[in-house]
């Protein structure tokens, strides 16, 4: 090969190089990198898949109806973690180097894991009404979210609910509340407060862990549950489990309308089963299509192929779920492009951007989602906003909703709150007290 | 005193106080071991013949049944749906044979052992890009498997039978009947036999290692059917099966992993077993302990029969 010939290869070897490393950096600055944590994959793969499809496609509807958010279009990425905590830290060090502007790790394993390395890596984590329920203290955890509603609180406003079904919050005096929930972080996470409250209002709780192997063999658990006959019984479930649960607990004849979850639920779950009819959950928002925003995601994304989702299940529950979870990614990037005036922004910004979500009837309306949930605030003080919810029951075919907003119990969850991010910032040695700044609101 | 009393004497207080939910427990057992025997007998017919320890029985079950529910909401009919998912079983068996075991052939156990490691991953990525993630519900009705519970009272309380709880342990006797019938009266059930005895001895007689092979893949094929047809009646059709699968092998230990009958009495004891425990023992220690008081009964039978209940008695010699 002539000398001439070797240069002017290597020259075309440096400009191809040059050009495949420019290009990456391009992307970057022409999109904003949002990584989502999903799983399609086993055996919580039926709650994971609308929801991974509702967060998909709002996020793909900004940038095919406005071009993404404040004219940069998002990068949407989703890493599949099947609801494992080690694969969901390996999606974390695969997308890292890639500079998300936050990571919603859809698990509270995960999650727990994500916090000691978000003020670190300088990446918000959004746990959205999952995840460590202490770290709704924006003082102690400047880098985690986890709106509109912690499990506690979720808790507080399903022993409301029972209290007002017997009569009154003393009424709940005497009576057997049983719990029935998944045996990892996410179901043991309310049951200190749950202990706390049979304590002061005098019921007996009696706990039916679900081991994750045995989320469809759940027969030992409501044979207890028959042997005990609780009052009322409360659930915390995921995937799997809340199927069986449902066939279980209509298998010994448990009263239906005394069965209440936690808002993780889907109509897969209840469909079908015949006898589930009267069954209960937590909810805060809209199911349903009869909003400008779901009809801008089936004729803009859905209908173009865009999307993983059947156009059927559109609307459903847990899509709509993850259509607020994407809301609120959305909101963070807007108000951290609105607050900073840049157009690409970063995980510091949507931090601060997250800090002043403020969701009002007005916002909802002109996001095309007008009374799709309560308002919400979050502060610097505030990662959470402890916002009320309602009780839906299943009528045999669709949700209802049967009751007014039941707002939470401040008086018996804050305490415990402050205690617990105390607790984790004296276990973990060395926790950051929060050194960023505050945003006037 | 008080644990003692706890651990040794109040559960069967329990059990005297409450003789009707003691029979529940022992009849919810009971039908959870037939289904646990039934996932072991995949296992141990394909051990017997090919000496091959297939992990992959479990995602064999699931998809199986997501292969059947699939194909009815393609819009097949019932039966046509399962003629078909039990010709997908056997494409399968023939394709596992010629792909994975014929290229292995006089490799260690422990290489073949791995291979079914990845017949597992692959079926579960088949299974998910063919049939999608989503839990399905098994077609209970167009199968014509009955709904519904017989209450009966007795004890001075009452015992719930769910009929496709009774429907599942008939099948599975019919099945186990059937295969016990082929196992010792056909000529392939034999040449079976024979090559689980010795695989050099069975092909010095003419005997076909690769057919036999694919039929005892298929058989497990079609026990896989079976079971996850009466577990995804039980709850759904989902990949979590999978796991529960695994309760089989704290049933092999027990019962060892070359008997049929000990698959059978093997899982009788981990159902019923790991019932009792959870109902009358978990309360004690928190509950939940379902998952591992199985492995707790076989390592404590193991000590005194390490080749299983059933299970033949290896001597090598040194």
Same mark, same amino acid.
């Given at each position: 090969?002539?000398?001439?010939?070797?240069?002017?290869?290597?020259?075309?070897?440096?400009?191809?190089?040059?050009?495949?490393?420019a290009?990456?950096?391009?992307?970057?600055?022409e999109s904003? $990198?949002?990584?989502?944590?999903? $799983?399609?994959? *086993?055996?919580f793969?039926?709650s994971?898949?609308?929801? +991974?499809?509702?967060?998909?496609?709002?996020?793909q509807?900004?940038?095919?109806?406005?071009?993404?958010?404040?004219?940069?279009k998002?990068?949407?990425?989703e890493?599949?973690? *099947?609801?494992?905590?080690?694969?969901?830290?390996?999606?974390?060090?695969?997308?890292?180097?890639?500079?998300?502007?936050m990571?919603n790790?859809?698990?509270?394993?995960?999650?727990?894991s994500?916090?000691?390395?978000?003020?670190?890596?300088?990446?918000?984590?959004l746990?959205?009404?999952?995840?460590?329920?202490?770290?709704?203290?924006?003082?102690?955890?400047?880098?985690?979210?986890?709106?509109?509603?912690?499990?506690?609180?979720?808790?507080?406003?399903?022993?409301?609910?029972?209290?007002?079904?017997?009569?009154g919050?003393?009424?709940?005096?005497g009576?057997?509340? *049983?719990?029935?929930?998944?045996?990892g972080?996410?179901?043991?996470?309310? =049951?200190?407060?749950?202990?706390?409250? &049979?304590?002061?209002m005098?019921?007996?709780?009696?706990?039916?862990?679900?081991?994750?192997?045995?989320?469809?063999?759940q027969?030992?658990q409501?044979? /207890?549950?028959?042997?005990?006959?609780?009052?009322?019984?409360?659930?915390?479930?995921?995937?799997?489990?809340?199927?069986?649960?449902?066939?279980? &607990?209509?298998?010994?004849?448990y009263?239906?309308?005394?069965?209440?979850?936690?808002?993780?639920p889907?109509?897969?779950?209840?469909?079908g089963?015949?006898?589930?009819k009267?069954?209960?959950?937590?909810?805060?928002?809209?199911i349903?299509?009869d909003?400008?925003?779901?009809?801008? @995601?089936?004729?803009?994304?859905?209908?173009?192929?865009?999307?993983?989702?059947?156009?059927?299940?559109?609307?459903?529950?847990?899509?709509?779920?993850?259509?607020?979870?994407?809301?609120?990614?959305?909101?963070?990037?807007?108000?951290?492009?609105?607050?900073?005036? #840049? #157009?690409?922004?970063?995980?510091?910004?949507?931090?601060?951007?997250?800090?002043? =979500?403020?969701?009002?009837?007005?916002?909802?309306?002109?996001?095309?989602?007008?009374?799709?949930?309560?308002?919400?605030?979050l502060t610097?003080?505030?990662?959470?906003?402890?916002?009320?919810?309602?009780?839906?029951?299943?009528?045999?075919?669709k949700?209802? #909703?049967?009751?007014?907003?039941?707002?939470?119990?401040?008086? #018996?969850?804050?305490?415990?709150?402050?205690?617990? !991010?105390?607790?984790?910032?004296?276990k973990?040695?060395g926790?950051?007290?929060?050194?960023?700044a505050?945003?006037? /609101? | 005193?008080?644990?003692?009393?706890?651990?040794?004497?109040?559960?069967f207080?329990?059990?005297?106080?409450?003789?009707?939910?003691?029979?529940?427990?022992?009849?919810?057992?009971?039908?959870?071991g037939?289904?646990?025997?039934l996932?072991?007998?995949?296992?141990?017919?394909i051990?017997? +013949? /090919?000496g091959?320890?297939?992990f992959?029985?479990?995602i064999m079950?699931?998809?199986?049944?997501l292969?059947?529910?699939?194909?009815?909401?393609?819009?097949?009919?019932?039966?046509l749906?399962?003629?078909?998912?039990l010709?997908?079983?056997?494409?399968? +068996?023939v394709?596992?044979e010629?792909?994975?075991?014929?290229?292995?052939?006089?490799?260690?156990?422990?290489?073949?052992?791995? +291979?079914?490691?990845?017949?597992?991953y692959?079926l579960? *990525?088949?299974?998910e890009?063919?049939?999608?993630?989503?839990?399905?519900?098994m077609?209970?009705?167009?199968? $014509?498997?009955p709904?519904?519970?017989?209450?009966?009272?007795?004890l001075?309380?009452?015992?719930?039978?769910?009929k496709?709880? @009774?429907?599942?342990?008939?099948?599975?006797?019919?099945m186990?009947v059937?295969?016990?019938?082929?196992?010792?009266?056909?000529?392939?059930?034999?040449a079976?036999?024979a090559?689980?005895?010795?695989?050099?001895?069975?092909?010095s007689?003419?005997?076909s290692?690769?057919?036999?092979?694919? =039929?005892v893949?298929?058989?497990?094929?079609?026990?896989?059917?079976?079971?996850?047809?009466m577990w995804?009646?039980?709850?759904?059709?989902?990949?979590?099966?999978?796991?529960?699968?695994?309760?089989?092998?704290p049933v092999?230990?027990l019962?060892?992993f070359?008997?049929v009958?000990?698959?059978?009495?093997?899982?009788?004891i981990?159902?019923?077993?790991?019932?009792?425990g959870?109902?009358?023992?978990g309360?004690?220690?928190?509950?939940? @302990?379902?998952s591992?008081? !199985? $492995?707790c009964?076989?390592?404590?039978?193991?000590?005194?029969?390490?080749?299983?209940?059933?299970?033949?008695?290896?001597i090598?010699?040194?």
């Open positions: 090969m002539s000398k001439r010939l070797k240069v002017s290869g290597l020259a075309a070897g440096v400009l191809a190089s040059s050009l495949m490393m290009a990456p950096q391009a992307v970057a600055q904003i $990198y949002v990584p989502l944590f999903t $799983y399609r994959t *086993g055996p793969a039926g994971g898949i609308p929801i +991974a499809d509702g967060m998909h496609d709002y996020l509807m900004l940038n095919e109806r406005d071009g993404g958010i404040g004219g940069v998002i990068a949407i990425d890493c599949e973690t *099947g609801y494992d905590t080690k694969k969901g830290l390996e999606c974390y060090d695969a997308v890292k180097p890639k500079k998300p502007v990571v790790p859809w698990s509270t394993g995960i999650s727990l994500l916090i000691p390395k978000a003020s670190v890596d300088k990446i918000p984590v746990s959205m009404a999952y995840g460590l329920s202490a770290s709704a203290r924006g003082d102690v955890f400047p880098w985690v979210f986890n709106p509109p509603a912690t499990y506690w609180d979720g808790l507080a406003m399903i022993i409301r609910y029972l209290g007002t079904e017997s009569g919050l003393d009424k709940l005096k009576k057997k509340i *049983g719990y029935i929930y998944f045996d972080g996410f179901g043991k996470e309310p =049951i200190p407060l749950f202990e706390q409250m &049979a304590k002061d005098g019921f007996e709780l009696k706990l039916y862990p679900v081991p994750p192997g045995e989320m469809q063999n027969s030992s409501w044979l /207890s549950v028959r042997r005990d006959r609780p009052d009322f019984m409360v659930m915390y479930g995921w995937g799997a489990m809340n199927p069986t649960a449902v066939k279980e &607990a209509v298998k010994i004849n009263p239906m309308d005394k069965f209440v979850s936690i808002w993780w889907g109509e897969n779950d209840v469909n089963t015949e006898g589930a009267g069954f209960k959950m937590l909810n805060w928002h809209g349903g299509t909003y400008p925003a779901l009809k801008d @995601i089936q004729k803009l994304v859905v209908d173009k192929g865009l999307s993983k989702s059947p156009k059927e299940k559109v609307g459903e529950l847990l899509y709509n779920r993850g259509v607020y979870n994407a809301i609120l990614i959305a909101e963070g990037i807007a108000q951290a492009q609105k607050i900073t005036g #840049k #157009k690409v922004v970063d995980g510091s910004d949507v931090r601060r951007g997250l800090e002043n =979500i403020n969701l009002d009837e007005a916002r909802f309306k002109a996001i095309g989602l007008p009374a799709f949930a309560g308002n919400l605030q610097c003080q505030d990662h959470n906003g402890h916002r009320a919810a309602f009780i839906q029951q299943w009528d045999g075919a949700w209802v #909703k049967i009751t007014d907003f039941i707002q939470p119990m401040p008086e #018996k969850v804050k305490p415990a709150l402050d205690e617990a !991010a105390k607790e984790y910032s004296e973990n040695a926790w950051p007290k929060r050194s960023e505050c945003d006037k /609101s | 005193m008080d644990i003692l009393f706890k651990v040794l004497i109040d559960p207080l329990q059990m005297g106080a409450m003789p009707d939910l003691f029979v529940q427990t022992i009849w919810d057992g009971f039908v959870t037939v289904l646990y025997a996932i072991a007998l995949g296992f141990v017919l051990f017997k +013949a /090919s091959v320890f297939n992959a029985q479990g079950v699931v998809f199986a049944a292969t059947l529910v699939g194909l009815y909401e393609m819009g097949l009919p019932a039966p749906a399962v003629l078909v998912t010709g997908v079983m056997f494409v399968l +068996a394709a596992i010629r792909v994975v075991l014929r290229p292995l052939v006089n490799q260690p156990d422990i290489i073949l052992f791995m +291979a079914t490691f990845g017949i597992t692959f579960i *990525g088949l299974g890009l063919i049939f999608g993630g989503n839990p399905k519900q077609i209970t009705d167009q199968l $014509y498997l709904r519904g519970a017989i209450e009966v009272k007795m001075g309380g009452f015992v719930q039978f769910q496709i709880d @009774i429907a599942a342990a008939v099948i599975a006797v019919v186990i059937a295969l016990a019938v082929f196992f010792q009266k056909t000529r392939i059930g034999r079976l036999r090559v689980a005895d010795s695989h050099k001895a069975a092909l007689v003419g005997i290692l690769n057919q036999i092979w694919v =039929i893949w298929f058989t497990a094929g079609i026990v896989a059917l079976v079971t996850g047809i995804g009646a039980r709850s759904d059709v989902s990949f979590g099966l999978q796991v529960i699968a695994l309760k089989a092998l092999l230990i019962g060892g070359t008997s009958p000990g698959a059978i009495v093997g899982g009788l981990i159902g019923i077993g790991e019932k009792l959870e109902f009358y023992w309360p004690l220690v928190g509950g939940g @302990i379902e591992w008081l !199985a $492995y009964i076989a390592l404590g039978f193991l000590l005194f029969r390490p080749q299983g209940l059933f299970g033949d008695k290896i090598e010699r040194i």
